[in-house]
């Protein structure tokens, strides 16, 4: 770290709540060690395009309680080329910036292994994204949040599929990645979980439609993870008009709501403890690592396996759905 006197920290991707009280953790623990920080704004697009701001203290001042995140994001196509990854690093070492600290999830940290790989910067990632499809780590910044949301939004479903006897798919995010709607069913009482880890989705809603839900329920809610290979919720409910048209099916996608709203107290810590480590990281020399956390204890992931070995999902959770929906 002796080289290191100045880190830059971006948010990159999917914004996720939580990400400012990692912002505020690393700004923080930086210059408590006496560093400084430069805050980079819209991802690598401010790295690409020269955005940039010293932040203190006061910058980060109130923020840990919001969703969103201060320094704001943006897709840059220009950082996929060799040409702009250069630009990058000379805009970086212009700014005096000698690491960097990403907070995003897969394609962000993908990006910042390959950046890590062409000039040699020591990087530290921090996994923020609802998702929780990182490998090695046990949560991600902002899923805790996103349930969060679902489980409330269902609730508020389940008032009118009671009301109006019929059959709710509600579509969450997840990005190709279960873990949402599979959480979400078990902590609203969803009769369901349609998820991608389950590779037959037709068994999956013939299985439903076949335990004939009405024979002890006038209602049903079916949480269905987003999909391109199926459409999804509204996929699922065509198939439904088509193949069982007896049920009276509703289509509500969640879609963005799930990213908003201010982090719960458990992403809160979360994003804290984990962009204090990520400065500690840099301290103790480490580089090319993302901070997980593993049955409670902070660890360091490589960014090989954590963009190219998904969280794998506890497929049992499906029998606990289907036993509590009877």
Request: proline fraction near 2%.
């Amino acid at each position: 770290m002796g080289q290191i006197k100045r880190i830059g920290v971006l948010t990159s991707g999917g914004d996720a709540p939580g990400m400012n009280a990692a912002v505020r953790a690393v700004t923080r623990t930086a210059i408590y060690h006496g560093y400084e920080v430069i805050g980079i704004k819209r991802g690598y697009y401010g790295l690409v395009f020269n955005e940039m701001e010293r932040f203190t203290t006061k910058s980060v001042s109130n923020i840990i309680q919001q969703g969103g995140t201060i320094l704001k994001t943006a897709r840059c196509k220009e950082f996929t080329t060799a040409e702009g990854r250069e630009k990058a690093y000379e805009n970086m070492k212009s700014a005096g910036i000698d690491a960097l600290v990403v907070i995003g999830g897969d394609g962000s940290l993908s990006g910042a292994r390959t950046f890590a790989e062409e000039f040699d910067v020591p990087i530290v990632g921090l996994p923020g994204t609802i998702d929780n499809d990182l490998g090695g780590t046990d949560r991600t910044i902002g899923y805790d949040t996103a349930l969060n949301t679902i489980v409330e939004a269902v609730d508020k479903i389940r008032d009118t599929a009671t009301s109006h006897e019929r059959l709710f798919l509600v579509e969450v995010m997840g990005h190709m990645a279960g873990y949402l709607a599979l959480n979400g069913a078990i902590a609203s009482g969803a009769e369901a979980a349609i998820i991608p880890e389950k590779e037959t989705e037709i068994d999956q809603l013939a299985d439903l439609v076949s335990r004939g839900f009405r024979k002890s329920k006038n209602s049903a809610i079916v949480l269905v993870a987003e999909n391109p290979e199926t459409g999804g919720a509204m996929g699922l409910a065509k198939r439904i008009k088509e193949e069982f048209p007896e049920y009276d099916a509703r289509v509500t996608i969640l879609g963005h709501l799930q990213r908003g709203g201010s982090p719960t107290a458990a992403d809160r810590i979360l994003a804290s403890k984990m962009g204090a480590q990520a400065i500690i990281a840099l301290m103790e020399g480490q580089r090319n690592v993302m901070i997980g956390t593993k049955n409670g204890e902070l660890v360091y992931i490589p960014f090989s396996k954590a963009t190219t070995h998904k969280q794998k999902l506890d497929i049992q959770g499906m029998e606990l759905v289907k036993m509590l929906s009877i």
